[in-house]
């Protein structure tokens, strides 16, 4: 059940990547709080995007080969992610708002949600 939870999220963090990096835009105008970051910037969005699809390809294909240490090179990204979303949301004040609950439900708790599966992986080598 872990790791098809693992491979869940894997497979939606390529997809949003897909999607950030062929509508960075749509991406822009959608996320809540991103416009409070700046200016629309095509390359930062776009470097996002592809993250995103990097990370959910490593945590897929380590947790459908039930490699750990791919999978954990699959959650850093997002992990990191989450802990800079926690500092923003430190840094706004710690409100309860709209935003907090997009970051908490769609960036935060998948993160550590897949960091927490991930510690359930056998270990096994990268290569055979």
């Not at 872990?2 to 963090?13: F, S, T, Y």
């Not at 095509?42 to 490699?67: C, N, R």
């Not at 923003?88 to 960036?107: K, M, S, T, Y």
Request: hydrophobic fraction near 55%.
């Amino acid at each position: 059940m872990n790791r098809a939870i693992l491979i869940g999220l894997g497979m939606v963090w390529m997809l949003t990547g897909v999607y950030i990096f062929a509508r960075p835009m749509d991406f822009y105008e959608v996320t809540p709080g991103l416009k409070l970051m700046g200016p629309f910037n095509m390359h930062f969005i776009s470097d996002v995007g592809l993250a995103f699809l990097a990370s959910g390809g490593a945590l897929t294909w380590g947790a459908s080969t039930t490699t750990r240490n791919i999978a954990i090179a699959g959650i850093a990204w997002p992990f990191l992610h989450a802990l800079f979303h926690i500092q923003i949301w430190g840094h706004r004040g710690f409100p309860f708002d709209g935003i907090f609950a997009f970051d908490f439900a769609l960036v935060i708790c998948p993160a550590l949600l897949a960091l927490a599966l991930t510690t359930t992986l056998k270990e096994q080598p990268a290569c055979s």
